[in-house]
């Protein structure tokens, strides 16, 4: 079966990735830890990139799914090929 993804929720994207830039901020800590062994006035560094990741995932959610549905206008939507299958449960 073939479908096609016509549009994205632009708001919804953004809180996606803005959720999804956080766990990855989040999974970054400790080589940010490490780098303040080695400099120790990067602390501050460190808090201002687990609050702007979040962020700049959000904002690049809303442009990236906002641009996504202008292009898909003009040339149709991204193409899934999937195929159902019946799963059968022991």
Known sequence: MVTKIKRFSILQT???L????GF????LIPFFLIMLFVEP??????????ILYPI???IG??????LYN??????GGLELH???TQEQHA
Do not use: N, P, Q, T
């Open 70 to 75: 202008l292009a898909s206008r003009f040339v």
């Open 56 to 58: 700049m995932g959000f």
């Open 82 to 84: 999937l195929e159902i």
């Open 24 to 27: 990855l901020a989040v999974i």
């Open 41 to 50: 006035g990067g602390a501050v560094g460190l808090l201002i990139m687990l």
């Open 14 to 16: 953004g809180k996606f």
């Open 61 to 66: 959610g809303i442009i990236g799914a906002a």
């Open 18 to 21: 803005a959720v999804l830039y």
